[in-house]
């Protein structure tokens, strides 16, 4: 059974950084991909980063690109989430999701439960 666990949010005033982890159990690396998601109040779920597990292919929402970097750890199982330059809108709690495609939150297939960020203004 798969199991994915984040770790590492928090609250953070704008300006500043919070790395998120994502440890995987039973998981098998694949051709898919893992990536984070976020979802905010009111809010539908969007896609943040993903990875191309087998390559490490990334691809970031326009909305983050040059200030989250997603990388991983095959040796440790985990994902990670480096944010940077916070801002305000970043707000959310924040999921690590495998065997997908991209950034299309429909197509994973195990999700964790989520970690919250605050970025406070």
């Known amino acids: 059974q798969v199991q994915l666990v984040e770790s590492g949010g928090g609250s953070v005033q704008a300006g500043g950084s919070l790395r998120l982890s994502c440890t995987a159990s039973g998981y098998t690396y694949s051709s898919y991909w893992m990536g984070w998601f976020r979802q905010a109040p009111g809010k539908e779920r969007e896609g943040v980063a993903g990875?191309?597990?087998?390559?490490?292919?990334?691809v970031y929402a326009d909305s983050v690109k040059g200030r989250f970097t997603i990388s991983q750890d095959k040796a440790k199982n985990t994902l990670y989430l480096q944010m940077k330059s916070l801002k305000s809108e970043d707000t959310a709690m924040y999921y690590c999701?495998?065997?997908?495609?991209?950034?299309?939150?429909?197509?994973?297939?195990?999700w964790g439960q989520g970690t919250q960020v605050t970025v406070s203004s």
């Open positions: 990875i191309l597990t087998i390559g490490g292919i990334t």
């Open positions: 999701a495998a065997d997908g495609l991209v950034l299309g939150a429909g197509s994973y297939k195990y």
